[in-house]
Structure formats: C-alpha cells, structure tokens
C-alpha cells in the first residue's frame, strides 16, 4: 500500500502522518479543511505541499464525491471535530460520513485501511453521540487514541504503518 489519504492532513496529528508518509514514499492525497487559520495552513503547506507525491484537496469539494479506486490507507484526524465549531464540525461530519458510507464496499474490495485518530482527551466527550464517531467507533475501522499533548515522533509513525496498524 503506498497511497494515503490524509483528512484533516494540516491538523496536528494528520500533519505528522502526512510528512511522515511523504518521507515513506507513499503518494499523499491531502484533505484541508477551510476554516483553518490560514497563516498557519501556509507554513504547513510550504513544508510539504512541495513534493510531487503531496495533492492537496478541499473537504467539501473532494470528500463527498470521490470513490476509492485502489487499496489506500485512510486516515482521519478526528481531533478536529473537538475542537471546531458545532455547526462546522456538523458539515465536515456529513461530508466525511458520505465518503465512509459510499465507499464502504470499495473500501472492503480493494483491502483498503482506514485509521481513525482520536484525542484521548476527548474520549468521553458529548461528541460521542455524533452520528460520525458512532459510526466510525461501529466499524471495523481502527481507532488509535493520542493524547494532545503528545509529540508523535516519526518513528513512531513508521513503526505503526510498518506493524499494520
């Protein structure tokens, strides 16, 4: 498996994978969501956006409407929806959730992984009844819980691709 899908790839953990999965030679596919701060998108961006294996795409754009066609890992920063805006966490959620739910079977056929990482923080948030970790938590999807604090190393990062997760 050498293609990634990073979502939330300029978040904090989806940053580490996704540097970490472009020094591993895998083709990156990034998922950015809009309402970051874009000065710090920038400085993300200049740090990886260079490689020729790194595409950057826009969440609402790109998730809805696209079918995997290759066994591709999958990675979700879920941090994100700790931290963001009810409201705006809510539209990312359906936009991801249809990805998740339309590729279902896709993800299956071609032995694709999907990652989900989540702040240990937050395991007993009040998102938890959120119709997306509900279903991501109901799945044979793996989870891998961080804490916030947490520097990942890239070592680390490589011995979790390299175990299989």
Known sequence: MDRAVIIGTYESFGFYFSTSLLEE???VTGVHYVDMDEELVEKKRMEIGR?????????????????????????????????????????????????????????KDTQSKVICLLPIEDHESPYESHKLIQYVKASNYHCHYFSRELEISKETIKDLIESGF
Not at 56 to 68: G, H, N, S, Y
Not at 74 to 83: A, P, T
Not at 94 to 107: P, W, Y
């Open 25 to 27: 030679g895998y083709e």
């Open 51 to 107: 490689n020729a294996n790194f595409q950057e795409v826009v969440q609402k754009e790109w998730l809805p409407f696209t079918e995997i066609q290759e066994q591709t890992l999958i990675i979700v920063d879920l941090n994100y929806f700790f931290l963001s805006k009810l409201d705006y966490a809510m539209e990312i959620s359906e936009n991801l959730n249809k990805f998740l739910v339309h590729n279902e079977n896709k993800i």
